[in-house]
Each structure stands twice: as structure tokens, then as C-alpha cells.
């Protein structure tokens, strides 16, 4: 069975400091992954997805960046953090089902 | 451009039916997903249609009519575990998720 980890589970970050937010899958062999962020009280958006190791697609332009160095790892990195990059940030892989998308357990982060 | 709307909140009792409604409008639809996501966790999946139709499972079952842009997610004998939110998202193409902002649901006793 498929198993997504996502590390840290928390984080507080000042502004304009750097970040990573890494996401590895288990059980799963050449995934789509993706990055979400749910800021408060609002749908999850999707930031970036993966089809293939150094393949990435861009959804929202904006200061944050996303990288796949190996076919079940996922990284979202910032090189400064803002204020409105605070939320709860969700990795997701295909699976079982390949049109499915299944959540990690997410980072909940807080810029202050 | 894309539009889903669900219902901010709905309130309902132990044991009783609810149906949250998802209406949406997004072009190159490939189907519609819906999500159970419980304060501070992660979504986790619940159903996925494709054709219209009902699919069922256990007391969980989602319904979707493409040609109104409008699907439904029925849960029946509720239990007090069921209070969460409730998302739905479209997916575009073979890639994309747009999700909804979610149903937050209160289950009584």
C-alpha cells in the first residue's frame, strides 16, 4: 500500500528567511505528485505538479519553487519566505488508482 | 475560466441523510472528486464520477450530472465521526485538481 511522508509536520519561519518542505512516496513507483497549499479558510490551490524526476509544472507564479531529484521525492523551497506564504501545504500522489490523487499529512507553517 | 460552489456549512443530526450539493463551471472536465478533510488533517478521498450517474459505497454515495454541472455527496445514518468538511473538486485534463472551498459539516446528536 501507498504510504506519502511530509517533513516537518510544523514549522515557524520569519519572513525572508528560506525554505524546504520535502515529501517522499512509499509503495508507489513512478508517481504524479503535486503541492497544494490551504491557507485559512480557503480551498486548497494547487502550486505545482510532476510528472517525471526534473519535470515541473508551475500553476501560480509567485516565490516559491518546486524540484523532484528522485521519482518519489517532491520539494517545495522558497529562498524568502513571505507573509502570505503562511498555510497548511499538502503533498499528493497518484496510487492504487492512477486518476486519484492521495494527501500526505501535510506542514502547517506560519510565517512571522 | 472555473467556478465550484458548495455551500459554506450545513448542520445535521445523528442518524439522519444529508446531501451536500457541488454545482461547477471549468472547461476540459474529466471528472469530479470528492474529499472528507477533518479539522487540521488531510483530505482523504471518498469518491470519484466520471459518467453521470449514482455511484454507491457503504453510507457514502456521490452523484454527478455533467450536462448541469452538478454533482452531490450523500451521506446517510450519519455518525458523529462524519463532522468534517466535505470538498469537492474538478479535474481538468489528465493533471489538475480545482477544489471547491468545501462544506463544513456539524453533526448533532
Known amino acids: 500500500s501507498q504510504t506519502i511522508h511530509q517533513w516537518p509536520a510544523t514549522l515557524v519561519q520569519p519572513v525572508g528567511s528560506p525554505l524546504s518542505l520535502e515529501c517522499t512516496v512509499e509503495?508507489?513507483?513512478?508517481?504524479?505528485l503535486y503541492w497544494y497549499r490551504q491557507a485559512a479558510g480557503r480551498g486548497l490551490q494547487l502550486l505545482f505538479y510532476?510528472?517525471?524526476?526534473?519535470?515541473i509544472s508551475s500553476e501560480v507564479p509567485q516565490n516559491l519553487s518546486a524540484s523532484r531529484p528522485q521519482d518519489r521525492q517532491f520539494i517545495l523551497s522558497s529562498k524568502k519566505l513571505l507573509l502570505s506564504d503562511s498555510g497548511f501545504y499538502l503533498c499528493?500522489?497518484?496510487?492504487?488508482?492512477?486518476?486519484?490523487?492521495?494527501f500526505g499529512p501535510g506542514t502547517r507553517l506560519t510565517v512571522l | 475560466g472555473q467556478n465550484i460552489d458548495q455551500p459554506t456549512e450545513m448542520t445535521a443530526t445523528e442518524g439522519a441523510i444529508v446531501q451536500i450539493n457541488c454545482t461547477y463551471q471549468?472547461?476540459?472536465?474529466?471528472?469530479l472528486f470528492w474529499y472528507q478533510q477533518h479539522a487540521g488533517e488531510a483530505p482523504t478521498f471518498l469518491s470519484y464520477?466520471?459518467?453521470?450517474g449514482l455511484e454507491e459505497k457503504g453510507r457514502f454515495s456521490s452523484f454527478l450530472s455533467r450536462s448541469k454541472g452538478y454533482s452531490y455527496l450523500l451521506l446517510k445514518e450519519l455518525q458523529m465521526k462524519d463532522s468534517a468538511s466535505y470538498l469537492c473538486?474538478?479535474?481538468?485534463?489528465?493533471?489538475?485538481?480545482?477544489f471547491g472551498t468545501g462544506t463544513r459539516l456539524l453533526v448533532s446528536p
Open positions: 499528493a500522489s497518484t496510487g492504487v488508482r492512477p486518476d486519484t490523487q492521495y
Open positions: 509503495g508507489t513507483s513512478n508517481p504524479n
Open positions: 510532476s510528472v517525471g524526476i526534473g519535470q
Open positions: 471549468t472547461s476540459g472536465f474529466n471528472g
Open positions: 464520477n466520471v459518467l453521470d
Open positions: 473538486a474538478v479535474k481538468r485534463g489528465f493533471q489538475k485538481l480545482v
